[in-house]
């Protein structure tokens, strides 16, 4: 049987962290630039797909201009475009 001090309060507690504005505005940056996208800022820095989303609401200059972006556009074509480069790279082992 199990006895209270078997569970530990090791209770994993996540640390509120704040990112400046200058930094969301530069993520933002490179998402309308295509340089990255939200799934990637995402995972690199261990933030919501929301948090991002509502950065770039937030601090998007094409939002203020009534524009509408698709976002993950490009990460789909860079996939395709990687996929691509692999085949010809074992073609060309093949023969």
């Keep these: ?3 209270p ?3 530990s309060k090791e ?3 996540r640390v509120n ?3 400046s504005d200058s930094f969301k505005r530069k ?3 490179e ?3 295509n340089l990255t996208t939200v799934s990637e800022v995402s995972k690199e820095y261990e933030v919501s797909t929301t948090a991002v989303y509502k950065w770039l609401d937030k601090y998007s200059r094409n ?3 009534g524009v509408k972006q698709v976002v993950e556009l490009m990460s789909d074509t860079r996939k395709i475009q990687d996929l691509k480069a692999k085949i010809r ?3 060309q082992l093949v023969g």
Excluded: C, G, P, T
Aim: proline fraction near 0%; glycine fraction near 0%; charged fraction near 50%.
């Design 27 to 29: 993520k933002v940056r």
């Design 1 to 3: 049987m199990a006895k």
């Design 31 to 33: 998402i309308e630039r």
């Design 5 to 7: 001090q078997d569970f």
């Design 63 to 65: 939002r203020k201009r």
């Design 11 to 13: 209770v994993s507690q």
């Design 17 to 19: 962290r704040y990112f």
């Design 89 to 91: 790279e074992l073609e």
